[in-house]
């Protein structure tokens, strides 16, 4: 992506069309929530371009998703400081320097490993002031080709994969702050029928209530991990994130809603 004055600029009917997609889809999350409560919309923003961002940050928005390290750290350098930044994609540990150099990264979506976890903390600049929060992914879909840990269930030992992970952010990395968990789903159930509950959306409910009920009784656990005690949750995209809401999701990470189709995949591996 190039900072170049020629494409900084999105033309005024790409603004408008932007500002539109904005205004439908915010209506929709308002509709979805319980009253009360705001999910927090975040403009996944993938493949676009700067100006499209910027164009979308002058209509209000400030929530925005990018899967890929350079890509977003490309982006940051030239778009507003107030952005509040979320990293969706692939988490590799080689990459955690350049993401956690990034002053308005405010979360990232897809911790599964102590490793990563452990490069990320080391890697926060000292003099940054606040925490980079962090959401555990879990792949309810089981699918293998998602990445992301294993969900919960009350049958799972206490030294399961996930609580162990949670511990460790929370008592080994002062820099990092469990927020909450973040799951990606499958198609196949977004597509299924209106009335039936979301498996993922359950399973993730599920692990979040799991997860929490286990670290609240760990007494060893002396640092503030969640959103007022309370584990956050991360699901929902275009063609899901009204049912999400009314599954109880905090986040939902909308793309192709907002800034229309995205070129197909190609050579980059897009994560999910
Ligand atoms: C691309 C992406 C999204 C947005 O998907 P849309 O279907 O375009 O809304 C959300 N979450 C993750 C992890 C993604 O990679």
Redesign the pocket.
Known sequence: MSASQSDSLATPERAAELRENLLEVQQRVQQAAPSGRTPTL?A?S?YKPASDIQALYEAGQREF?E?YAQELEDKAAVLPADIRWHF??TLQSNKAKGLASIRNLTCI??LTSMKAATALNRAVPADRTTPINVLLQVNTSGEDAKSGIEPLTPESASDAELVKLARHVISECPRLRLLGL?T?GSLSESLSSAEKPNEDFERLKQTRDLLQDTLGKDSSLTRKWGEDGRLVLSMG???D?EAAIRAGSDYV???????G??PPKGSAT???
């Not at 990470?253 to 800034?259: A, D, E, L, P, Q």
């Open positions: 975040i996944v993938k998703g899967n969706i994609g979506q897809t973040m990606i995209m275009s063609k994130f990470r909308v793309g192709t809603s907002i800034f189709s995205r897009a994560s999910g």
